[in-house]
């Protein structure tokens, strides 16, 4: 069982940066894949970024790509969504997730969810 709590969210202007948090319980984090989705207001759940837990692989949704960074420190059972260039259309609840299925960017595919943390970025 890994519980998944997300941080970091706020208001940012245009062009501003935002670091987003999600600490995980459990002690074989280490061995889930970890991935940040989004959901912006009337749309669906959409894709950010992952991150192996193996080998430490990422990859982003082309929207993101070049602008936001995914990290985990295994040590502090934590994985990081460093966000720069922010533009208002990144604007939604973002939410950290746990797979063992392996490196996926399919929502279906991942066991837990955190409860979201709400990012706001004004024009």
């Known amino acids: 069982q890994v519980q998944l709590v997300e941080s970091g969210g706020g208001l940012v202007q245009a062009g501003g940066s935002l670091r987003l948090s999600c600490a995980a319980s459990?002690?074989?984090?280490?061995?889930?894949?970890m991935g940040w989705f989004r959901q912006a207001p009337g749309k669906e759940r959409e894709f950010v970024a992952v991150?192996?837990?193996?080998?430490?692989?990422?990859y982003y949704a082309d929207s993101v790509k070049g602008r936001f960074t995914i990290s985990r420190d295994n040590a502090k059972n934590t994985v990081y969504l460093e966000m720069n260039s922010l533009k208002p259309e990144d604007t939604a609840v973002y939410y950290c997730a746990a797979t063992r299925i392996g490196f996926t960017v399919i929502q279906n595919e991942y066991d837990y969810w955190g409860q979201g943390t709400q990012v706001t970025v004004s024009s």
């Open positions: 991150i192996s837990w193996r080998t430490g692989s990422t």
């Open positions: 459990g002690r074989t984090f280490s061995t889930y894949t």
